[in-house]
């Protein structure tokens, strides 16, 4: 169960960051869009720290 859960986290970072790539945004951002530091966005993307799901929406949305 420990494995698929730290697949999704991983997955849904490189979504984060293909995404992000796509609009041409930093890190340092979409960190100030969502409220959240930019290391934070490097760990989410990196699938080392985990989401709550009020920052999955926070960053869906500044994500479109």
């Known amino acids: 169960m420990a494995d698929k ?3 999704t986290y ?8 293909e995404r992000r790539k796509e609009l ?3 890190q340092e951002g979409l960190a100030a ?3 959240l530091s930019r290391t934070s966005i490097t760990n989410i993307e ?3 720290q985990h ?3 009020h920052q999955v929406f926070a ?5 479109k």
């Not at 991983?10 to 960051?17: I, N, P």
């Not at 960053?59 to 994500?63: H, P, Q, T, W």
């Open 33 to 35: 869009i969502v409220g």
């Open 5 to 7: 859960t730290e697949a």
């Open 59 to 63: 960053i869906a949305d500044a994500l």
């Open 10 to 17: 991983t997955e849904f970072g490189r979504l984060v960051r």
């Open 51 to 53: 989401v709550l799901l």
């Open 24 to 26: 041409r945004m930093t």
């Open 46 to 48: 990196k699938g080392r």
